[in-house]
RNA sequence: GGUGAGGUGGGUGAGUGGCUCAAACCAGUAGUUUGCUAAACUGCCGUACGGGUUAAACUGUACCGAGGGUUCGAAUCCCUCCCUCACCGCCA
């Protein structure tokens, strides 16, 4: 969430920057200024009443010691006055500082300079793009492709679980665990330390990275126990540093995680969710970084171009996307993303979205840092994903398909143990 | 799931109503000294929100798992919840 202090040094360019996400109510600022000062106004209410009770309570002791019962007593009325005082002020510090949180927790995080005016996908800014390959009449859609060489089975999916939960086949899952593998290696080469997080979180975790309140119910709910099933492992790998103070020198932090990915996604149809294209379980490959401040951007660009030339050894074509404000996610300030060309549908499908979010998890979070001149300061938390498998696997399967196989990138050639599909 | 024991500052760990604005030790840090891949000694060493300052210094309040309660006063007593550990049961 954003800091009180940012919107208080400068609310007009607040709402000017949240104007280019197209918030729509831009009093709210104004609000939780109004809202700040009360807090601090009735704090040191607070406060003074306080320090004269502790003062009383304190000499209360002294004077009982010294059996001077009678000051005690009217030391004790004293402080009965004042407690009755600090009540109200205690119950209105509480409701104000509930709706201070309730109101910031409204606001999105602020867009960088860099994001495009927007408000949706139509308007991203097309950064790099690929030439598209065009495939022969007679070339197959993926979901007739994994049915061709039995790689997925869907139906027994939904016998299963239900739609959206496909299940992985023989060379299929082999392939799966293949670019998993590979995708785990080549994060650790670049750095990312490698971990196997939780797949369900608390909801501590899920406000903590800014799933809640925003996408409540976009994400699997277990009731008994109140956990959340992961819908990306940027929810765990981020949570882990909740509540910390990170040395300097551990900075920046760079972590990768395979994990299912479980989304609900209401509302979808149609092409969208055919297939691979949109699933309720698919597997990923994430890296996370947290890091100062002023090298946040640094940072992202180096993790763009990390999985740009994951995509390039893939040998599939791609391009890369400024996402504008209307299209970004709530809590980034900057978001690219990936996208590959599923050439036998014929469009671009969305592999990866790797995003600074500044400070805005880290506040939510608590996850500081002391700089050289000793101040606290919060960590700017990226993450992006490298990559997401089924889309990968769709464009895999459709671009490089012959008449009776598949071709493997050469890449995969050692993981999966063949370099075809037949 | 059952029974028992616990949750204190970066770590270990004291502390059963006021002298705890949390002891001590370890780690960390700054310095002193000693002819030196190190030791000894001394100081400093939590976080949040306020006030104050150019910045500090200084200063108020809160925080000993969370939330309530008792009391003039709570880490300490009471209640509820959460979590951890041990053993038993069940189980990959």
């Known amino acids: 969430m954003l800091q009180v202090n940012v919107m208080r040094n400068n609310p007009q360019f607040v709402k000017e920057r949240l104007a280019v996400k197209n918030f729509k109510q831009p009093e709210l600022v104004d609000a939780i200024i109004a809202l700040d000062d009360e807090r601090k106004k009735l704090q040191a209410e607070f406060d003074s009443l306080q320090a004269k009770i502790n003062a ?3 000499n209360i002791g002294t004077l009982m010691a010294a059996g001077d019962t009678k000051e005690a007593a009217q030391l004790k009325a004293d402080v009965a006055t004042w407690k009755s005082q600090l009540d109200p002020v205690k119950k209105q510090a509480a409701e104000t500082e509930k709706k201070l949180e309730e109101t910031i927790t409204l606001l999105p995080n602020l867009p960088s300079e860099r994001v495009p005016k927007g408000f949706s996908a139509e308007d ?6 690929n030439e598209v390959p065009t495939l022969s009449e007679n070339a197959l859609p993926h979901w007739e492709l ?3 060489y039995k790689l997925i089975d869907f139906d027994l999916g939904t016998k299963i679980t239900g739609s959206g939960f496909p299940v992985y086949t023989g060379k299929g899952a082999k392939l799966q665990r293949s670019l998993i593998q590979y995708f785990l290696d080549y994060n650790t080469n670049a750095g990312y330390k490698e971990i196997i997080p939780p797949f369900m979180v608390n909801e501590a975790s899920a406000f903590g990275t800014g799933q809640l309140p925003d996408k409540e119910g976009q994400m699997y709910f277990v009731n008994e126990d109140g956990f959340y099933l992961i819908p990306t492992s940027e929810v765990p790998l981020t949570n882990i540093y909740r509540d910390t103070i990170v040395k300097q020198e551990e900075l920046p932090v760079k972590m990768t995680a395979y994990s299912p990915c479980f989304r609900r996604e209401a ?8 297939g691979l294209n949109r699933l309720h379980q698919f597997e990923k490959v994430e890296i996370v970084q947290l890091i100062e401040a002023n090298k946040s951007y ?33 809590t980034s300030a900057l978001t690219y993303d990936f996208e590959v060309y599923s050439a036998a549908q014929k469009r671009w499908l969305e592999v990866s979205s790797v995003s600074n979010f500044e400070s805005y998890q880290s506040n939510r979070l608590k996850c500081r840092y002391k700089d050289e001149a000793g101040k606290m300061q919060l960590v700017h938390t990226l993450n992006g994903s490298s990559l997401a498998l089924p889309r990968i696997l769709a464009c895999l399967l459709e671009n490089n398909q012959t008449e009776n196989s598949i071709i493997l990138p050469e890449v995969l050639h050692n993981y999966f143990g063949a370099d075809v599909i037949n």
């Open 146 to 148: 994994t049915k061709k």
């Open 124 to 129: 991203n800014e097309v950064v790099k793009q």
């Open 298 to 330: 640094e940072a992202l660009e180096e993790m763009v171009d990390h999985v740009e030339r994951l995509l390039q050894l893939l040998e599939l074509p791609y391009r890369i996307l400024r996402l504008c404000g209307g299209d970004m996610s709530f």
């Open 56 to 58: 009383s309570s304190k």
């Open 267 to 274: 509302g979808s149809y149609g092409k969208d969710v055919r």
